[in-house]
Nanobody, 125 residues
């Protein structure tokens, strides 16, 4: 079991940047592959980025590749999502998720065992 708390969301102009953080507690953080997902009103939750337990494998959705960077600091039990060159279509609630003993950076929602409550990101035009 792990508790996940996202932070860092907010309002930003198009072209701006935000850094999201996801703090984990309750279990050994290095046992979890970590992912970021997002959900806009009326749409299904979609994959954004994922990172493996040791950070050696990273995957990005095509829509964010080149603009977003996922990273993790296992000593701080935290995963980050640096978001640059933000677009209005990036507006969504962003969720972090934990995949227990996940060795790969999976894109599949169903692979993740624990989810945070989300943080709102709003990008104005």
């Amino acid at each position: 079991q792990v508790q996940l708390v996202e932070s860092g969301g907010g309002l930003v102009q198009a072209g701006g940047s935000l850094r999201l953080s996801c703090a984990a507690s309750g279990r050994t953080f290095s046992n979890y592959g970590m992912g970021w997902f997002r959900q806009a009103p009326g749409k299904e939750r979609e994959f954004v980025a994922a990172i493996s337990r040791g950070g050696g494998t990273i995957n990005y959705a095509d829509a964010v590749k080149g603009r977003f960077t996922i990273s993790r600091d296992n000593a701080k039990n935290t995963v980050y999502l640096q978001m640059n060159s933000l677009k209005p279509e990036d507006t969504a609630v962003y969720y972090c998720a934990a995949d227990y003993l996940g060795y790969s950076a999976t894109r599949s929602t169903s692979a993740y065992d624990y989810w945070g409550q989300g943080t709102q990101v709003t990008v104005s035009s």
